[in-house]
């Protein structure tokens, strides 16, 4: 089993459509929790981080819950600008990472 | 945040032959890393880069393939050596700059390798 594991995707969704990612994670040391946004051909980039009360960003929400190991994105009101692969990252030790697969997201006019 | 630049950004190399890529950061930096993403994977630890000893490897990978340097807080290099086809990837470096700014860590524009 991965350590990170994401929904293999891809997600094909119109505009204006709201849409969620799913992630699980093993590793009940885990300390901090990410999204990370990747477009093709580019190093992958903050999105956001994530926190056990639930964060949110403009038409971004991050949920993480500790008990079920799991951790969650949503985005609203999706625009053709947000079509990326969605990276979710778990941090264990100071800065050391493990990456999920990442979820391909194509939001459509 | 962190500035990071990665050089060289893209490179085709023949077989056989090894490249050294070097990641400079604006800022001291506590943690650096290695990643290679290889084509449609997601990114997988290389190893960290520690400041003035050895570098810690992660399961499957080995200094003599990966060499990897850190002379001192800001600048790393990391060298693929004896290139085969199956190291064509992207080589990303990455920083961590502490707990102050919420464990996040930040990546270079990545070295895109091709090896024939």
């Known amino acids: 089993r991965k350590e990170v594991e994401q929904d293999p995707g891809p997600f094909n969704v119109p505009e204006g459509a709201t849409v969620a990612f799913n992630c699980t994670y093993s590793?009940?040391?885990?300390?901090?929790f990410f999204w990370y946004r990747q477009d093709c051909r580019k190093e992958p980039k903050l999105l956001m981080s994530?926190?056990?009360s639930g964060n949110e960003d403009g038409r971004f929400t991050a949920q993480l819950n500790r008990a079920s190991q799991y951790i969650s994105l949503l985005i609203r009101d999706s625009k053709l600008s947000d079509s990326a692969t969605y990276l979710c990252?778990?941090?264990?030790?100071?800065?050391?990472?493990?990456f999920g697969d990442g979820t391909t997201l194509t939001v459509k006019p | 945040s962190a500035v990071i630049s990665q050089k060289p950004s893209r490179d085709i190399c023949q077989r056989g032959t090894s490249l050294t890529i070097q990641c400079q950061v604006d800022?001291?930096?506590?943690?650096m890393f290695w990643y290679r993403q290889q084509p449609g994977q997601s990114l997988t630890l290389i190893a960290t880069?520690?400041?003035?000893?050895?570098?810690?490897?992660e399961s499957g990978f080995v200094i003599d393939k990966f060499p990897i340097s850190r002379p001192n807080l800001t600048f790393s290099t990391l060298t693929v050596s004896n290139m085969s086809p199956e190291d064509s990837s992207i080589y990303l470096c990455?920083?961590?700059?502490?707990?102050?700014?919420?464990?996040?860590?930040?990546f270079g524009e990545g070295s895109w390798l091709t090896v024939v």
């Open positions: 990252v778990v941090n264990t030790n100071a800065g050391k990472s493990t």
């Open positions: 994530v926190y056990s």
């Open positions: 800022s001291q930096v506590t943690m």
């Open positions: 990455s920083v961590w700059t502490g707990q102050r700014e919420g464990n996040t860590i930040y």
């Open positions: 590793n009940s040391a885990s300390q901090s």
């Open positions: 880069a520690n400041q003035g000893s050895e570098a810690t490897y």
